[in-house]
């Protein structure tokens, strides 16, 4: 589903668009291929389970009491975005945090580096205040890819620890022979679709990263992932 359009341009030449298209007309197919890939979106999660609850984290107060919030769960998901430059090099540019609460799905982003957003905390602020957390045995974490995460807290000198679930290395141990992708495993095992921050041909053609795209439709995004990592816990 996220690579809806480029199929679509690749194997539909009724609407595929020409180097020769006028301005107008490529943005208007764009335009349509955009709302059908939505609409597509829509039509696979209208019978799933998945209810976002997000909120975004840049106020210190917020984040004090998510740390207090977090200090009390017996689980809660951790999904971390950032620039990977190899396997030692990296520069995070947000955290997402997922719990339940009273049978609903709270799902938080703390954005560290975006350039759409002028009240950013500083980076090394949220980490000491997270590093007990993230170090804690005692306060379980779900991941996808905790390898991936190891290197990236590493990088800060925090000793992620605590994880008591990997949803890519269960979805390995599970069936080796089939793709881990977290999107995947999203369909096949929630009937639900991840929410992308933009549409690839936006991606592409508007240069959009995660640095720099809209923070509204990022907070979904990220935090759609975050609540699929705890949903695929259970």
Request: proline letters at 2%; charged letters at 20%.
């Given at each position: 589903?996220?690579?809806?359009?480029?199929?679509?341009?690749?194997?539909?030449?009724?609407?595929?668009?020409?180097?020769?298209?006028?301005?107008?007309?490529?943005?208007?197919?764009?335009?349509?291929?955009?709302?059908?890939?939505?609409?597509?979106?829509?039509?696979?999660?209208?019978?799933?389970?998945?209810?976002l609850n997000t909120k975004l984290i840049t106020d210190s107060e917020d984040f004090t009491k998510l740390c207090e919030n977090l200090e009390k769960q017996n689980l809660f998901a951790l999904n971390v975005?950032?620039?990977?430059?190899?396997?030692?090099?990296?520069?995070?540019?947000?955290?997402?945090?997922?719990?339940?609460?009273?049978?609903?799905?709270?799902?938080?982003?703390?954005?560290?580096?975006?350039?759409?957003?002028?009240?950013?905390?500083?980076?090394?602020?949220?980490?000491?205040?997270?590093?007990?957390?993230?170090?804690?045995k005692d306060i379980h974490k779900t991941v996808y890819d905790m390898k991936n995460l190891y290197n990236i807290f590493r990088k800060e000198n925090i000793s992620l620890d605590g994880i008591s679930f990997?949803?890519?290395?269960?979805?390995?141990?599970?069936?080796?022979?089939?793709?881990?992708?977290?999107?995947?495993?999203?369909?096949?095992?929630?009937?639900?679709?991840?929410?992308?921050?933009?549409?690839?041909?936006?991606?592409?053609?508007?240069?959009?990263?995660?640095?720099?795209?809209?923070?509204?439709?990022?907070?979904?995004?990220?935090?759609?992932?975050?609540?699929?990592?705890?949903?695929?816990?259970?």
């Open positions: 589903l996220k690579n809806i359009n480029s199929i679509l341009f690749s194997f539909n030449p009724e609407i595929s668009i020409s180097n020769t298209s006028s301005e107008t007309e490529q943005k208007q197919a764009q335009m349509q291929l955009g709302l059908f890939s939505q609409n597509i979106q829509e039509e696979i999660n209208k019978n799933d389970n998945i209810n975005k950032a620039n990977m430059l190899n396997a030692v090099d990296n520069e995070i540019i947000g955290i997402s945090t997922a719990y339940k609460e009273e049978n609903v799905i709270k799902s938080f982003y703390i954005p560290i580096k975006h350039s759409s957003i002028t009240n950013l905390q500083d980076k090394n602020t949220v980490l000491n205040k997270l590093k007990n957390i993230l170090e804690s990997d949803v890519q290395l269960a979805s390995y141990v599970s069936n080796p022979a089939k793709k881990h992708d977290l999107d995947i495993q999203s369909i096949e095992n929630l009937n639900h679709s991840i929410i992308q921050f933009a549409q690839p041909d936006e991606i592409k053609k508007l240069k959009l990263t995660l640095e720099n795209s809209n923070i509204d439709n990022i907070l979904k995004s990220v935090c759609d992932e975050t609540t699929v990592i705890y949903e695929l816990t259970n």
